[in-house]
């Protein structure tokens, strides 16, 4: 009762030691992993076609390379979340580098078709939790300019994607796919080697009442940024919660013990179904619907470009390189394709902390229906490019702001979880694209799959406008109860 030292919370002791060096630290180790993620992912355009031809593939084959990844990562991203909810994110970082690194470069010395299928699903498990690496960062950062500094996480995957485009062109111009899934490993290897360096994240210390191992964490950034944490105590929103219970157990022992054992018992999948509480149903239905829409769009604008580019289309008007060499002309539409990130991750950046993350996702949405509404009718090759250049950077603009504002719309407890089933989700839109979407370009519909695309965007509209309540400038919160309803 006597203890009146000042008490300070973890929102209040980032923003003292404000964004420093050793963030920075975290920033590349997050980043990695989107590299890596990044990579693993556009690798598909290339290798799928080179396959192809190589084993005789038919399309249906083909398509199963890209939908087993993203099957293995819907498994992942749900399986990894709650790992790293309830024993840690460092913890989940190690199973997933390993499991992304060892299939990887297992997947380069596959002698048949369905070995290739079981190890780049595998491959697709491990990418499953890379949602956790931006949530990892998301804790470490400051409210203040939080928006920007997770545009600049994104910005990781944008590289990614330019450097796999990059990579591919040279290549496998010269070698073979399989030295390109071999080289594609590297960035998962490398969170391995960096293992070691990377810390826990203190908000997660902090929401399993850890606040000590939290405060060592926050006096290390303190002396790599050079500035000084608040006087006092650390406390977290888990701590004044049981404070505030502490009264109602005080008098029954055996009521406390049986309360640890059954929550030892349901931590597995307590923040699962934490999803489903009254406070965040509204959230969790909304965020999978944004998300499924979000990575359907993604992919189609990615495969879409593919397709469009490869010298097999059958139909009456070939859309892109009529009169280009084969070889190249798919290297160069994904490398501009993939230029196209940067002017949507310029534009979230500039956007996201002025008129906030719903408004950002509903813009960029509604300017993505306007730049792929033309493709409806016959454009030439440049009209084409340009048009899904935009789409590119449009979708790549909400998708940043999404990854941005799902991590922040749950509490720490369920962070990893929610985001990681959303993400999962997501990934269902990643399996169906390829089967329907690009399908029905191959098979001379493009007017359909641009309608199709179109539907989509209007319902991702939807969602982002129905979202219960903004994040910007709020503070991450712990707990469910903390959440306003």
Known sequence: ??????????????????????????????GLGWVSEAMEIMILSFVGPAVKSK???????????TTVVFAGMLLGAYSWGIISD???????????AMVTSVAGLLSSFSPNYVSLVIFRCFVGVGLGGVPVFLAYFLEFVPVSHRGRWMVALSAFWTAGTIFEASLAWVVMTRLNWRWLLAFSSVP?????????????SPRYLCAKARTADAHRILEKMAFVNQTKLPPGILVSDKAIKENEESNLLRDTHMLSMTRKITDKLKSGFSSFFMLFSRKLIRTTL???????????????????????????????????????????????????????????????????????????????????????????????????????????????????????????????????????VASSLGKVGGMVCPLVAV?????????????????????AIASSLLFPFETMGRELKDTVDAIES
């Open 86 to 96: 309830n024993y840690g994110r460092r913890k989940s970082f190690l199973g997933i």
């Open 55 to 65: 084993w005789k593939l038919t399309s249906s084959e083909e398509s199963l390379l």
């Open 188 to 200: 998962s290897f490398a969170l391995l080697l960096f293992y070691g360096l990377a810390p826990e």
């Open 439 to 459: 399908g029905l370009v191959t098979s001379c519909h493009l007017r359909l799959a641009v309608i199709l695309f179109e539907v989509v965007f209007v319902l």
């Open 1 to 30: 009762m006597g203890d009146e030292r000042p008490v300070y919370t973890l929102d209040e002791a980032l923003s003292a030691l404000r964004f420093g060096k050793y963030q920075a630290l975290v920033l590349a180790y997050a």
């Open 286 to 420: 909304l965020l999978w619907v944004l998300f499924f829409a979000n990575v359907f769009s993604y992919y189609g604008a990615v495969l879409l470009t593919s397709k469009l580019s490869s010298g097999d289309n059958k139909c009456g008007s070939k859309v892109l390189h009529a009169d280009k060499s084969k070889d190249n002309s798919l290297y160069v539409d994904v490398f501009i394709a993939s230029l196209a990130e940067l002017p949507g991750l310029i534009l979230s950046a500039i956007i996201v902390d002025k008129i906030g993350r719903k408004l950002s996702m509903v813009l960029m949405f509604v300017s993505a229906c306007i730049f792929l509404l033309p493709l409806v009718f016959h454009q030439s090759a440049v009209v084409t490019t340009v048009l899904l250049f935009g789409v590119r950077m449009c979708v790549t603009g909400t998708i940043t702001v999404a990854t941005i504002y799902a991590p922040e719309i749950y509490p720490t407890s369920a962070r990893t979880t929610g985001f990681g």
